[in-house]
């Protein structure tokens, strides 16, 4: 089953910061965009998988377009250069299958 998220990437002077606003708090980053790309994937599919192991509901998924992304530099207060918002995809059955 493939599931879909906004994510929010942030270039900053060591790499990149990543945000799901759809999950409270849930970030992961990267030394370079393809990293950070990769840690976005697995840090989704891998929060997923544990919502679903710990019986807790997986929340619907926001559209891109209704996602604020500079909301998060203002609430944590970080220094960026530029940001994106991307939609990451995971199939998490099968991410499981490989990777737990």
Do not use: Q, R
């Not at 929010?8 to 910061?17: A, D, R, V």
């Not at 708090?25 to 840690?39: E, F, H, I, R």
């Not at 992304?69 to 609430?75: A, N, T, V, Y």
Request: net charge negative; with cysteine.
């Amino acid at each position: 089953m493939l599931s879909s998220f906004p994510a929010c990437f942030f270039k900053e002077e060591n790499g990149y910061s990543v945000f799901f606003s759809d999950f409270d708090g849930l970030a992961t980053c990267g030394s370079d965009l393809d990293d950070a790309l990769y840690m976005a994937i697995d840090c989704l599919a891998g929060y997923i998988h544990w919502l679903w192991e710990d019986g807790e509901e997986v929340p619907a998924s926001s559209s891109i377009e209704d996602i604020d992304p500079l909301k998060i530099p203002k609430e944590l207060d970080f220094a960026y250069t530029e940001y994106f918002a991307k939609m990451i995809s995971v199939d998490v059955m099968e991410y499981a299958k490989e990777h737990f």
